[in-house]
């Protein structure tokens, strides 16, 4: 029997080198890093190398090897998504107020409700047998309300604009946004794995529980990765990836995605200790680069434009058209309305309907759990590249020479982090 080991010492260099070149690539087009990611994800799968050289691609990337790289993604996936709750200012959220509100409720509303409508005609042709339409038009819904947080933050801080006006309104209508998103999101899946509505209500009160449960324990967790910090960094980095995966096992065990555990734990992880910092520092530039872009070839595997018949196309249009105007348009709309002129309110829009890696691992789960088909993942996945990889171009074109949106003067803090590297 031949060693399981030999094909990933293979597989797992050409994925990471493939990601961080067309990561680089695309860099120099302006874009963030996360669309070569995909993009580079998408083309190791059946789309292009396995079109081209199919036995190329079965050597990369043969069947033994899949479920490993699976798994390995899958954790990178979940040390994302810590970071993402770790860097989530619940402060912030707490004085939302006026404009920030209405922008994140109608970015938010708006987009489900159309989605909702294109969910009813998607249903007879792209949802699994045994599917309901409920938690299908429940989950298209919100796949096609997601802002991606990160990317957005990436995207503003590659522009110097993370700590102007424009920047710290956009980052706190999308923190609003996504934390009602995977709230419904929860919801969804909820319904779709228990098919029942008693049995979704059970399992999202035990989600609700185990979130206030993290919440209550924050002050002993502050505690206690105060006295690991004082005995080394090491053992704060431990304790931080453990709580992560028991947290993720625990919503798993629950009913929910394990992505929801983890999410919760970086939330519920305290904030300004300089220990947990270092060590957040430190699976950022570790698990990240090594580990999610095996997450990205997971999915490129499952996307496959080469097999597209003329008429889904089509569908693709229709998705794309109603992602833009639901999301853009309430965002814009709603930006508008609270008193904004139509430059700035563009340039919210803009930003709001930035989708990129947060829409990804939705789609993911969806995938995942059943509730959509390889066909419909693919055409959500053009409609994420497109509209991820149309914010920043767009935004330079809506903000122009406006001083609102342009970066301040150097003189920034020598201290201030580096642009959110998590931000992919």
């Given at each position: 029997?031949?060693d399981?080991l030999l ?10 080198l ?6 680089r ?5 302006g874009?963030?890093?996360?669309i ?10 059946p789309?292009?190398?396995?079109w ?8 990369l990337l ?6 490993i790289t699976?798994?390995l993604g ?7 998504l ?11 959220l707490r004085?939302t ?6 922008v994140?409720l ?6 489900m ?16 047998d045994g599917?309901?339409?409920l938690?299908f038009t429940?989950?298209?819904?919100v796949?096609?309300s997601?802002t991606?947080?990160p ?10 604009l993370?700590?102007t006006?424009l920047?710290?309104f ?16 929860t ?9 029942t509505?008693?049995?979704?209500l059970t399992?999202?009160?035990l989600?609700?529980?185990f979130?206030?449960g993290l ?10 990765l105060?006295?690991?910090?004082r ?7 431990a ?16 009913g929910?995605?394990p ?7 970086g939330a519920?992880a ?10 957040a ?13 095996l ?5 490129g ?17 229709a998705?794309?058209?109603?992602a833009?105007?639901?999301?853009w ?6 930006a ?9 309110s563009a340039?919210?829009g803009?930003l709001?309907?930035c989708r ?9 789960i ?7 088909t390889?066909?419909?993942?693919t ?8 509209t ?5 171009p767009i935004?330079?074109?809506?903000a122009?020479?406006?001083?609102r ?14 642009a ?5």
């Amino acid at each position: 029997m031949s060693d399981p080991l030999l094909p990933l010492l293979l597989a797992v260099p050409a994925v990471v080198l493939a990601c961080q070149a067309g990561g680089r690539a695309v860099r120099l087009l302006g874009q963030p890093p996360v669309i070569g990611e995909i993009l580079a994800g998408i083309l190791l799968g059946p789309s292009l190398l396995g079109w081209l050289a199919p036995t190329v691609q079965h050597h990369l990337l043969p069947p033994s090897v899949l479920p490993i790289t699976s798994a390995l993604g899958n954790l990178g996936l979940l040390a994302f998504l810590f970071l993402i709750g770790l860097e989530l200012d619940l402060r912030s959220l707490r004085t939302t107020r006026g404009a920030v509100a209405a922008v994140s409720l109608t970015g938010l509303l708006l987009p489900m409700v159309l989605g909702a409508a294109l969910a009813a005609a998607l249903y007879p042709h792209f949802a699994p047998d045994g599917v309901g339409r409920l938690p299908f038009t429940l989950f298209v819904a919100v796949a096609l309300s997601i802002t991606a947080f990160p990317v957005l933050a990436r995207i503003l801080a590659d522009r110097g604009l993370e700590t102007t006006a424009l920047g710290t309104f956009a980052l706190a209508c999308a923190a609003t946004d996504d934390v009602l998103a995977w709230c419904l999101l929860t919801a969804a899946v909820a319904l779709a794995t228990t098919g029942t509505a008693l049995s979704a209500l059970t399992t999202l009160t035990l989600t609700a529980a185990f979130a206030v449960g993290l919440a209550l324990i924050r002050p002993l967790l502050r505690t206690m990765l105060e006295r690991a910090g004082r005995t080394s960094d090491e053992l704060v980095l431990a304790l931080l990836f453990a709580g992560l995966c028991l947290s993720a096992y625990t919503t798993d065990q629950i009913g929910v995605h394990p992505a929801f555990g983890a999410f919760l734990c970086g939330a519920a992880a305290p904030r300004g200790l300089p220990a947990v910092e270092r060590s957040a520092a430190r699976i950022r530039a570790v698990v990240l680069p090594l580990l999610l872009p095996l997450f990205f070839v997971d999915a490129g595997l499952h996307t496959d434009f080469s097999n597209l018949p003329a008429g889904q196309w089509g569908w693709a249009a229709a998705i794309l058209a109603v992602a833009v105007v639901g999301k853009w348009g309430g965002a814009a709309g709603a930006a508008r309305l609270t008193g904004s002129d139509w430059r700035w309110s563009a340039a919210v829009g803009t930003l709001m309907n930035c989708r990129g890696l947060t829409e990804l691992v939705v789609l993911g789960i969806g995938l995942q759990t059943g509730v959509m088909t390889e066909t419909l993942f693919t055409l959500l996945v053009i409609m994420t590249v497109i509209t991820t990889g149309a914010t920043a171009p767009i935004l330079r074109r809506v903000a122009g020479d406006d001083p609102r949106m342009t970066p301040p003067a150097p003189h920034d803090d020598p201290e201030r982090a580096p642009a959110r590297e998590a931000a992919r």
